[in-house]
């Protein structure tokens, strides 16, 4: 079965750095790797997703990359602000959300 | 219109006993997965659900069954609880496309399980 691995664990930036976020995925029919945003004691909240067909997606300050030959893909977050302080996910799933996979997380502070 | 909705908030049960957790999908979705997420971890995939079947299965065992009304309703079952069955569990919905294509899944707050 697919095996997700995320990393870093924890990452701390200064308000107004960037973060990068890098998951790797060992099944080749993976199509479809959404991110999602954990706050402490809530749910965890799609914040942007990429198709196998697609090499980039950016939606303001975050955007994905994807490399299907290295069986990569990362989340980055530009201008960090406090808010953005949370616990990121990343999964891969083959589509209709079958037995989707989820990294371990990475604890993000943003420091004022 | 309602998100995905989950019953109860938190449980506490005794090691040995038998729990049954209850999910009621975002509207107009029509399948329900479930996830187990122990303290510090990711979702772990246990189950999905659609048509009232269980489609795909992750590593768990026989003690977690699962059910899907035709309202398309689920509910979470665990025997034989365990220590380690303590974890938040959380359900999520998505309407399954007929192409295949992926459609977002929306997660419910959760039911917190502490086994004693």
């Known amino acids: 079965g697919e095996n997700v691995e995320q990393h870093p664990s924890t990452l701390s930036v200064q308000e107004g750095d960037s973060a990068v976020i890098k998951c790797t995925y060992s099944d080749s029919a993976s199509n479809y790797f959404p991110w999602y945003k954990q706050e402490l004691g809530k749910r965890p909240q799609l914040i942007i997703d990429?198709?196998?067909?697609?090499g980039e997606k950016k939606d303001q300050r975050i955007a994905v990359t994807l490399n299907k030959t290295a069986k990569h893909f990362s989340l980055h977050i530009t201008e960090t602000q406090p808010e953005d302080s949370a616990v990121y996910f990343c999964a891969a799933s083959t589509g209709n959300n079958n037995d989707m996979r989820f990294g371990a997380g990475t604890r993000l502070t943003v420091k004022p | 219109d309602a998100g995905v909705t989950q019953s109860p908030t938190h449980l506490i049960k005794t090691r040995g006993q038998q729990v049954t957790l209850r999910c009621s999908p975002k509207?107009?979705?029509?399948?329900v997965s479930w996830y187990q997420q122990a303290l510090g971890q990711g979702p772990q995939f246990i189950f999905q659900?659609?048509?009232?079947?269980?489609?795909q299965r992750g590593n768990f065992p026989d003690r977690f069954s699962g059910h899907q009304f035709p309202n398309y309703s689920s509910e979470l079952n665990v025997n034989a609880l365990l220590l380690g069955d303590s974890a938040l569990y959380l359900c999520?919905?998505?309407?399954?496309?007929?192409?295949?294509?992926?459609?977002?899944?929306?997660f419910g707050p959760g039911t917190r399980l502490t086994v004693l």
């Open positions: 509207s107009g979705h029509d399948t």
């Open positions: 659900y659609y048509e009232e079947e269980e489609r």
């Open positions: 990429i198709r196998s067909n697609v």
């Open positions: 999520a919905s998505s309407l399954v496309s007929r192409r295949n294509a992926y459609n977002e899944q929306f």
